[in-house]
Each structure stands twice: as C-alpha cells, then as structure tokens.
C-alpha cells in the first residue's frame, strides 16, 4: 500500500503537475496521535468529511485549521488509498502552577490574573503566553516599588502530555523614595512645596500609605500640584524644565530631581467682558472671583469661566464657550484678562433615558430628577438630579450624560447610568463603648424594598444599659410630591445602674406613625404621633424624687407623644464633611389621655467651615429645654443629661448635671438630669499625617463646653458650665464608625467624675 506524506510534500506538490497529486474521493478519516482531545473535536474543526474530494487545497486548508486551535504543535497528513489520516501531536496541557516566595500578593489572586491571560490548570500550554504572564507578574511587583525583584519559571514534564509550571519568586526589598529635590526654587520653602506631594520619604506611617514607593502617576499629579501651587500665586511663567528619576545600583533607593522655572509673579491689571452677555453685564460680573489688583490665579480664573458657564447654563444654554484671553505685560508684571462669552444656543431636554436598573423601578430614580423632559436644559438641576439619586443609596455609581440629539443643535438627552448595589442587609455584629461595654446587635433590613424605594428593617440591639427590638418602615415617596410615610415599633428595655445616676429600671413598648414634608431641596418638616407604655421599677437606693413619682403616677403609665420637627442639611458630605451648615429643631409633646403631660424642645446646629486644603473647622451647638403640663413635672426618665462622647468629653457619660440632696443633707453621688441642657464644640479637624486624601480615618483637636440643670429644690444646682480640650479621632471603618477622645477637664468641680478617654466602637442605637 502505497502512502503519500502531504503534509511535507504539499508545496512540492502545488509546484508540479496536477498529475503529481490525484484528486480521491474520501471514504473513512481516521486520526492518529490524540492523548486528550476527542476525535470528535479533530473531526469539527476539519473542513472536509467523508464523500467529499480531496485536494492539494483542502489539504492545506486543513492542516491550516488544525494549527489554528492551538490544541497541536505539528499536524500531518497522509492517504492509505481512500483513507485520509490525520497525525497530529498534541501540546501539553498545565497540570499545576505553584509559587515559591510569595509575600506581596496573594497566590489565588495571581492565578486568577494568569487565568485572565491564558495561563491555567487544564488549559493548553504556551510558551510564549507563559513569557507575557512572567513579564505581567514583574510588572506587578515593579508598580510595589519591587525593583529587585527576580522570577524564574521552570516548567516540569510529566506523564500523559502535561506539565507543572512553578514561579520561584525573589521579591527583594521594596525600593523606598530616598530624596526629592526640587532645583530653582527660590519663591517659597521647599519643605512647603514636597508637603503638596503624595510621594514623600519614608516617615512612621509608610508601612501602610506606601506614600515611600514610588509610582509614575503619582509623580505626574504631584508635578501637577506643584504647577498648580505656583500659577495659583501669580507665577504665570512657571515651567518644569525637566524629571529625573533614578535608582541605586543595588535597587534600594530611588531619588528624584525636579528642575523649574518660577519666573516673575504678575498681577491682574483688569478683567473684561465681551461677546453676547446674553444676561445684565452686572450680574456677570458678580461671578468674576479675579479683581483687578489681585495677584494672579489660575484657580479664581477658572472658577470664573465655570461660573459664567454654569450660569448661562441654568438658563438652558448648555454649550456656551466661556474663554479667558490674556494681554501679557512682561516689563511690569502685569496681565489683562479679557473674558470672550458665546452661549450659543438654548437647547431643551428632549428625553431623560435610564439604564442599568435591572431591579429599581424606573420611578423610583425619575422621583428625584430635578431635570424635566421638555424644559430647557439647566445644568443646576441636572447636577441636583444625580445627587439626589445618588443620595437615595441604592446605586454603587451614579454617572449622568447630556449628548445632543443628532441633527438637531438645541436638544439634548439626558442619560441617567446606574450600577445598582445590593440595598438588603443581614447582620450580626458586635460593639463596645466605655458607657454601654459590650454590645451585640443583628438586624436585617431592605432599603430598596422589591425596587419600590421603600425601606423596611428589624433590628435586634443588646446593651448592657439598653436593649431594643424594634421594625421600622419608610415610604420616601408616599405621594407624588414627596411626602413621605413611615412607622415604627420598638420595645425597650432600660437599666442605666451602671452608669452616675439614679438607680431605675424601665420597660417600654409602643408605636408610632410619622410623615415627611419637603419644603425645599435640603430642607424639610416632620410629624408624628405614637403611643408608648412604660413600665418602672425602683428600689430602696434609688433618688426620693423617682420614688415620689412612682408613688404619684404607678408604675405603669400611657402617654400619647406628638413630635414635629424641622431641619436643613447644606453639608456636602454626611460621612466626611467640610463645609455647609445644618440645622435640626424638633418639639415633643405628650398630651391627654396619656397619664403623662409634658413637652420638649431640642435645637441643634453644625457647622463646617474649610479653612484649608486639609484642614476643617467644626462648631456645633445644642439646646434643650422640657417641662410638665397640668401641673404635672417632666418625667424622671426623660431628662436630658450630659457628659461623655457626643457631649462635654473628658467627663464620665451622663456625670453632668444636678445631684440628688439626701434627708441628712449629704449629697448623693448620683446624677439626676435635668430639664435644661446647652452643648457647645468648636474643633479643627484634619486627616491624619501621611494619609493624603484618604478621609475614612480624622483626627481632631477640641474644646467642648457643656451643663444639664434641673429646678427641683431637693438636689444641688449643677453649678458652671463645665469644659473640656483635648484629641479626638473618627474612623469610618468596615464594621462601623469607631470614635476616640482624649480629653482633660478645664474647669473640674468637687465631685465631677473625669474619663480621659473615651471611646465608641460599632454603632449603638
């Protein structure tokens, strides 16, 4: 039987004669050298079967095929009259990838990056793959600061066709930025200029910044900031000359040199208005932050062009051209701004589209635009309506577009994208604070109840001081205007014995329903009404007063709590403020046929107010005032009291306050509470040294100021104002806020109780 190799010969054959290689009909295939793959996945991807004619083509085009799977590292072809064999040699398949000296990553991570380029168990192997995969894992380690570091990769053969392939990995020590030079500065220190870097030498807090490694992106945003700090103080001729960058021979060190030019500082001679206003010369002009006089500043130059443009926006102009030209006078120092305004035209808004809602109803995000389809276009309200979605904290991203609408030139669309996240929650968690020590708390609750907005929970809180079961429910949009409906169902248990004040123990239960009224975009009204019943228990050290009232009123007691309430939020952030200003007021009052008369009224304010780039200033005040109606007096166990975080630091939770008077005429160590209560805190807070703009974690130094006094004529009056300094810290961390103080009393009396520190961990409720 005579056989003809096709593979080898099939350019030789396509060289002679047609006669050289006769065309047959093929009656079987029959594959040779498969160890893994399936004959039938050879068959597949042939382009030939059997009945069809053979030729030198479809040879070709076949063995063509075949390399093209990647799956064999030679394939031939050979005739046994009317059989056509197929010999192929199969690639050999990864076994296994291992590491040796892994530290920096973890080792499930890069297999999965290596699986992401091709390189994984069971997958065919590639060398030349392997060899992009080797380059991508230095790389990893180069952008660590890694320079030192050396792989070497060994692949091992083993039976059946497969291979082991081990990464032995040196990774060296981590470069460290050993110095940074800035040549030709002369205008300002430059300690003061490397304070505007991420990148820094390595100080106490590298370990965990990595501020020390270097990175050319943070390089080319310091660069940026350095540009940015110079043209903001008049230096318009400031220029970087040129980088270097370079590293020890034993790849230790890094060190790098920035050359500038600061050239002269130049004042602001005039600035002009041209070109269609459109709007009262006046009223622009109010928008131009540079003056005449002022020295130059790219920042106040910009925030005037954007100004100009936001404002001719809010009036539907949304592709106005703001430019600022500058005349350049070199021997005196001096620019002339002249500012050219084109608004172009008034467009509309033609469509709002949303997308990526797969579960939020699509009225639950139109709800909160402030945009209307069909009005002219304003970017205020375009910028109003993502906030506004974004604040509902349903979506991990909130992005909003405004293309025009081909072939038109006055429409625009506005595109509304959304990356939902998941807004139920189960939880078990536990806390600790210095008031309440251990507290273990679980809840589970939908804030995006079935994508209708509504949110619903049930939470479960044990304290040593209080213990709450309670449900809540809130639809945020019970009418179409934005009145919001909500309730609320609690039982409360109260032991504060551990704490400095009277013995008791209550017990409520009770419910309630409330409303929403928006009057405004940050600001809003409240009410509601619940019932409440609280049962009490006193003992024979408890304070006389409580005794006195048990007697007057029982044990057991209704009452029937109306509140209401109003507040306005202009914070730009409720985790990490630094500017704006709220304001909350609310009034509760328990009226007939509850067994209990009274009222009280709270007021609270902050404000935060940027006196830098990193840093913040903080005020905050509080007042409240309660009292009984009908004769009756405020209820022990609704007293207002003081001290601790989140009042006066550096005194003992609820320490402030009047003292209960004995029969002997001692006092009682005690505190009672009172039915007045003024707070005050001013404090400066900062991010913490190294941390760049990282926010989560702020440091903070204070003073706080604070009393709670009471007008029953058995107790001792509370005295002066009580103050306090000291630090603080806040860290919004994974498992909740964490809250820290180290506090000293500035004015401690006879009898205060002093806790210089103070802490919070998890959230309480």
Do not use: C
């Not at 970087?240 to 790098?256: A, F, G, R």
């Not at 929970?457 to 639809?475: E, P, W």
């Not at 928006?518 to 005794?547: A, C, M, N, W």
């Amino acid at each position: 039987m005579k056989k003809h190799l096709l593979a080898g010969l099939i350019a030789a054959i396509a060289a002679t004669s047609a006669g050289a290689f006769e065309p047959f009909t093929i009656k079987d295939i029959r594959v040779e050298g498969i160890q893994r793959t399936e004959a039938g996945t050879v068959f597949s991807y042939l382009p030939i079967k059997v009945g069809d004619t053979m030729t030198n083509d479809k040879a070709a085009q076949s063995i063509k095929a075949l390399f093209a799977t990647g799956f064999f590292k030679d394939v031939r072809m050979e005739v046994e009259g009317d059989v056509l064999v197929v010999l192929v040699e199969e690639r050999p398949a990864i076994f296994s990838i291992d590491f040796v000296g892994l530290k920096e990553f973890d080792k499930d991570q890069l297999k999965k990056a290596l699986r992401d380029n091709g390189i994984a168990e069971g997958r065919i192997f590639d060398r030349a793959t392997l060899d992009r995969a080797e380059q991508e894992l230095k790389r990893q380690y180069l952008s660590r600061g890694k320079y030192a570091v050396t792989i070497a990769t060994t692949t091992t053969p083993l039976e059946r066709n497969r291979v082991a392939i081990n990464f032995n990995v040196d990774e060296g020590e981590a470069a460290s930025i050993k110095q940074i030079n800035l040549v030709g500065v002369t205008a300002f220190k430059e300690k003061d200029l490397l304070d505007l870097f991420q990148l820094r030498t390595p100080n106490w807090i590298s370990w965990y910044t990595k501020s020390d490694q270097y990175s050319r992106q943070k390089l080319s945003a310091d660069l940026e900031s350095l540009r940015s700090h110079y043209l903001n103080r008049g230096y318009l001729e400031f220029n970087i000359d040129s980088t270097q960058v370079s590293i020890s021979p034993d790849k230790k060190d890094i060190y790098i040199t920035v050359s500038v030019t600061e050239g002269e500082r130049f004042m602001v001679s005039s600035v002009k208005l041209a070109g269609d206003l459109l709007l009262p010369e006046d009223e622009l002009r109010r928008l131009v932050r540079l003056k005449a006089g002022d020295v130059f500043s790219r920042e106040l130059l910009n925030e005037t062009t954007k100004a100009i443009s936001d404002r001719l926006g809010a009036q539907g102009y949304a592709f106005a051209n703001v430019n600022a030209a500058p005349e350049v006078d070199k021997e005196k120092r001096r620019v002339a701004f002249t500012i050219f305004v084109d608004p172009g035209k008034r467009v509309y808004v033609r469509r709002i589209n949303i997308t990526g809602n797969t579960k939020t109803r699509d009225e639950v995000i139109r709800q909160e635009m402030r945009q209307l389809e069909g009005a002219w276009f304003d970017a205020d309200k375009v910028q109003r309506s993502r906030e506004r979605v974004d604040k509902t904290d349903y979506f991990s991203e909130v992005n909003v577009e405004t293309p025009p609408v081909a072939g038109t030139t006055d429409q625009v669309d506005v595109n509304v994208s959304v990356t939902e996240k998941n807004t139920g929650n189960i939880s078990l968690g536990a806390g600790f604070s210095s008031a309440e020590k251990l507290i273990l708390s679980g809840s589970i609750s939908q804030a995006n109840l079935f994508g209708s907005g509504k949110f619903a929970s049930l939470s479960l809180n044990t304290g040593k001081i209080n213990r709450i079961l309670a449900f809540s429910y809130t639809d945020p949009y019970f009418t179409v205007d934005g009145i919001s409906q909500g309730f609320d169902v609690y039982h409360r248990r109260t032991d504060p014995t551990s704490l400095s004040v009277g013995t008791y123990r209550s017990q409520s239960t009770g419910g309630g329903i409330r409303w929403g009224f928006p009057i405004g975009e940050k600001e809003s009204l409240s009410f509601g009404i619940s019932v409440d019943h609280t049962s009490l228990d006193v003992f024979s050290d408890s304070p006389q007063r409580y005794q006195d009232f048990v007697r007057d009123f029982g044990k057991s007691n209704f009452s029937f709590p109306l509140t209401a309430g109003w507040a306005i939020d202009g914070r730009d952030s409720v985790l990490y403020p630094n500017k704006g200003t709220f304001h909350r007021a609310t009034v509760e009052l328990a009226t007939p046929p509850g067994d209990l008369t009274y009222y009280r009224l709270n007021y609270q304010f902050q404000r935060f107010v940027p006196l830098s780039k990193d840093f913040t200033l903080f005020l905050s005040g509080e007042a409240a005032y309660g009292n009984g109606l009908r004769g009756q007096e405020l209820p022990f166990f609704k007293n207002f009291f003081g001290g601790g975080i989140g009042s006066v630091r550096g005194y003992e939770t609820a320490s402030l306050g009047p003292r209960d008077l004995l029969s002997d005429g001692t006092l009682s160590d005690e505190r009672l509470g009172g039915n007045r209560k003024v707070n005050a805190t001013a404090e400066v807070l900062f991010s913490l040294p190294g941390l760049g703009l990282d926010r989560s974690f702020r440091l903070g130094l204070f003073v706080d100021a604070g009393q709670v006094w009471g007008k029953e004529s058995n107790t001792q009056d509370a005295g002066p104002i009580r103050f306090s300094s000291g630090i603080s810290a806040v860290w919004h961390s994974p498992m909740g806020p964490l809250k820290f103080s180290v506090a000293a009393p500035l004015n401690k009396q006879p009898g205060d109780k002093v806790q210089s520190f103070q802490f919070q961990m998890g959230q309480t409720f």
